[in-house]
């Protein structure tokens, strides 16, 4: 009988330290800053921006512009004239909202496109790494509210996100 609960208490003790989770941190921000690809990634939106706010401002400047011609020849027009451009200036001013929002889905999409490959190469250097050390569960410091102690493998990812956009890039 005393091997018998003997035996079952060591079977219960593997059991709980096996369903034990191991638990680590990494700090996401630290290894997307460190990244290459993730500073040209954000060199070619920066880019992308300030085409588009370029754009934008020629756009209104031309509206801007025709305003004020609109308002020196108004009391030489007739109504059907004050009409007439009354609704170019209401079309070049409806022509450039549609125009920036157009702007600001293309970037949505652009970062978006740019932004996945470097997530997908972060996940697997997650993945590699919590394989390695067996790890059960990675959370990101960035999004914690409170965390004390545990392994932080950032430095571990780090390398190993290194070697992955290294690689990546020589595609």
């Known amino acids: ?6 035996a079952l208490a060591v079977m219960f003790s593997v059991g709980v330290v096996s ?3 191991k638990v680590a941190h990494v700090n996401s921000q630290k290894l997307l800053d460190t990244l290459q690809s993730r500073k040209d990634a954000m060199k070619r939106l920066q880019e992308f921006e300030a085409n588009g706010v370029r754009e934008l401002q020629e756009m209104e400047a031309d509206l801007n512009s025709s305003y004020a011609k609109y308002e020196k020849d108004r009391p030489n027009m ?9 609704d170019k200036l209401m079309k070049k001013q409806q022509n450039m ?4 929002q ?4 293309e970037m949505q999409i652009l970062s978006q496109e740019l932004n996945k490959p470097i997530l997908e190469r972060v996940q697997k250097a997650v993945e590699i790494v919590s394989d390695r050390k067996k790890l059960n569960y990675v959370i990101d410091e960035s999004v914690t509210l409170y965390f004390k102690g545990g392994m932080d493998i950032t430095g571990e990812v780090l390398t190993e996100l290194l070697r992955l956009d290294a690689e990546s890039m020589k595609r």
Not at 1 to 6: G, I, R, Y
Not at 78 to 86: D, G, L, S
């Open 1 to 6: 009988m005393k091997k018998l609960m003997l």
């Open 19 to 21: 369903a034990q989770s």
């Open 78 to 86: 007739i109504q059907a004239q004050i009409k007439i451009e009354e």
């Open 102 to 105: 157009s702007l600001n889905q």
């Open 97 to 100: 909202q549609e125009r920036e």
